[in-house]
Nanobody, 127 residues
Framework: QVQLVQSGGGSAQAGGSLRLSCAAS????????MAWFRQVPGKKREGVAA??????????YYASSVEGRFTIAEDNAKNTIDLLMNSLKSDDTAMYYC??????????????????WGQGTQVTVSS
């Protein structure tokens, strides 16, 4: 059974940085695609970044709104997936969720493609 436990986040000034961490437990084959989503009230959940965890390689994907500012990073020793967020903007304010799916990351921007979810972590960026 896959479990995803999130930590990190909080508040930052615009231009600052925050780090989110997702500790994953369970069969790796159920977590070959891992992603971070975010959601603000009244809007649908938005894919922010994802990583395909192949046997021989990893591939990362980013939404255009965060590319160059956010980095999704694996720590295989700790079995965590981190989201490093730099140059934060007020538009980054949202509840952030870690997600996992088996298979590839072809549909990584679609929340219904993910079977497992973390509990959510609030990120607030003030200008």
């Amino acid at each position: 059974q896959v479990q995803l436990v999130q930590s990190g986040g909080g508040s930052a000034q615009a231009g600052g940085s925050l780090r989110l961490s997702c500790a994953a437990s369970g069969p790796r084959h159920d977590m070959t695609c891992m992603a971070w989503f975010r959601q603000v009230p009244g809007k649908k959940r938005e894919g922010v970044a994802a990583v395909f965890r192949g046997n021989a390689y990893s591939t990362s994907y980013y939404a255009s709104s965060v590319e160059g500012r956010f980095t999704i990073a694996e720590d295989n020793a700790k079995n965590t997936i981190d989201l490093l967020m730099n140059s934060l903007k007020s538009d980054d304010t949202a509840m952030y969720y870690c997600a996992a799916a088996h298979g590839g990351c072809m549909d990584w921007t679609i929340s219904s493609a993910f079977q497992y979810w973390g509990q959510g972590t609030q990120v607030t960026v003030s200008s």
